[in-house]
Nanobody, 119 residues
Framework: QVQLVESGGGLVQAGGSLRLSCAAS????????MGWFRQAPGKEREFVAA????????TYADSVKGRFTIFGDNAKNTVDLQMNSLKPEDTAVYYC????????????WGQGTQVTVSS
């Protein structure tokens, strides 16, 4: 079992930056792919970014490519999402996820953290 706890959400103006952090209850990076998803009001949850187990590769949604960066810290059991040049359409609840096989079949989820970008 893995518990994931997100932090770092908040309110920011358009063009600003936020850094989200996901803390895992135990060592995850050698076993799990880690990722971030988001869900805006009235919309389905969507993929944002992922980092492969052991940090070998990263993947981003087209909508955030060049603005968001995913980092893994194996020593701290954390995976962070640095979000720059934020837009109002980035407003959503952001969820951390861990997957043994595929990110679209995540095995564990955090409780989510709200990010609100004002125009």
């Amino acid at each position: 079992q893995v518990q994931l706890v997100e932090s770092g959400g908040g309110l920011v103006q358009a063009g600003g930056s936020l850094r989200l952090s996901c803390a895992a209850s135990r060592r995850t990076f050698s076993l799990f792919h880690m990722g971030w998803f988001r869900q805006a009001p009235g919309k389905e949850r969507e993929f944002v970014a992922a980092i492969s187990r052991s940090g070998g590769s990263t993947t981003y949604a087209d909508s955030v490519k060049g603005r968001f960066t995913i980092f893994g810290d194996n020593a701290k059991n954390t995976v962070d999402l640095q979000m720059n040049s934020l837009k109002p359409e980035d407003t959503a609840v952001y969820y951390c996820a861990a997957a043994l096989v595929r990110m679209d079949r995540a095995d564990y989820w955090g409780q989510g953290t709200q990010v609100t970008v004002s125009s």
